[in-house]
Every structure is written in C-alpha cells, then in structure tokens.
C-alpha cells in the first residue's frame, strides 16, 4: 500500500467514525425527547421524534455503503476489518432503538388523549437508566473501554426488574378497573419498548468486547 492510499484509508475511517457518532448523538437525542414527550404529555415533540426516524433511516444506509466501498477498495487489515463490520452492526442497533423510540412516540400520541392513568415514577427512572445505558454504550465504543461495555451489561438486569414491577403495577389497575385497560396497556407497551432499547444497548456495549479482544461474546454469559 502505498502513502497515498494509506492516508486515504486514515481518513475513511475517521469519516466512518464521525458518521457513526453523529448517528449514535441523533438517536440518543430521539430518546431523550421521546421521554419529554412522554412526561409532558407533549404530542408535538412526539410527531417530531416520528419525524425524525426518516433521517436515521438514512444514515444507517449511508453508514453501510461507506463501510462495504472501503471493505471492496482497501482490503483492510483484522483489526480496521473489525471496527468496519462492527460498525454495520452498531448502525442496525442504533436504527433499532430510533424505531423503538418512533413506536414510543405514537403510544404517547394516544395516551395523550385520555386522562393521565398515574403519576408516572418507575417509568421515568427507568427511562433515565435507559437514556444513559445508550449514551455509555456509545462512549465504550468510541473509547474502546471493556470496563465500561462489561458494567453495561450488568445493568440490564435492573432494567428488567424495573419493567417487571412496573408491569405488575400496571395489572394491578387492570384487574380493579377495566376502564384503565387501553391507557394500561399502553402504557406497558412503552416499558417494553424501553427495555428492549437497553438490550440493543447491550449490544452496543458487547461491540466493545470484539472491537477490543476480537470475541464475539453475545451468547456467552461470563466474561473476565
């Protein structure tokens, strides 16, 4: 390879990796305004957050072509071979979660037009939780921090503790009063749908563990 192509290679990469996280801050925005939406009762962040998804939709494409030309152009070596191919697996968790927060969005467009069932307390927390397992996911990545990826992990069991009360609570008004059923039942939809936000935050964080070590650790469960 000569010095000109190995400069241009420098470059494709650093460019995929400012894609990537100006991907990673749009999606990580999407969730942050999807809970304001959620608590405010705000239909109109909503319709934007559903307005959003067009753009994400783009990047991932976009993403995905820069990563297979530079596979076909520069024949890279293992590891920018690794940080190429988990990079196509980052941008499909992140378009994952951006849809995620678009079905959020439209459970907030209709619990909007009903009476708030309950002050909202466990939902918020664990949106928090989740809000912030996102960004960490992505700073792990960009650091290539193993410690952080491998505390990620861990937290998604909180996360579906948290789900698990909230759904008991939410049976709970269903069984004493069938007029709450739809809003409740909503409103168990948008804590599913932040639950699976964290498991795709899982993935993000286990990239970290290929990226760093070249493992594929999805389907183990013990890691040093």
Partial sequence: ????????????????????????SLVEEMIRQVVIALMDRNSEIA??????????????????EMCLRTIALRQPTAGDLRFITSTMKLVTDLERIADIAVNIAERV???????????????????????????ESLDAVVKEDVASAIAIRKQDKDIDQLYQQI?????????????????????????????????????????????????????????D
């Fill in 1 to 24: 390879m000569g010095m000109h192509t190995s400069k241009q290679f420098e470059e494709d990469l650093a460019e995929l990796k400012n894609r990537l996280l100006y991907m990673g």
């Fill in 47 to 64: 319709n934007k957050v559903i307005d959003d998804d067009k753009l994400i939709d783009d990047l991932e494409k976009e993403i995905d």
């Fill in 109 to 135: 467009l209709e619990l909007n037009l009903e009476p708030q069932l309950k002050p909202y307390i466990d939902l918020p927390n664990m949106a928090a939780m989740v809000e912030k397992m996102v960004k």
């Fill in 167 to 223: 759904f008991r609570e939410l049976l709970t008004f269903m069984m004493e009063n069938p007029l709450t059923i739809t809003r409740a039942m909503r409103l168990i939809f948008v804590a599913k749908s932040f639950e699976r936000i964290a498991d795709h935050a899982t993935n993000i964080a286990e990239q970290v563990l290929f990226l760093v070590r070249g493992k594929d650790v999805r389907h183990t469960e013990v890691i």
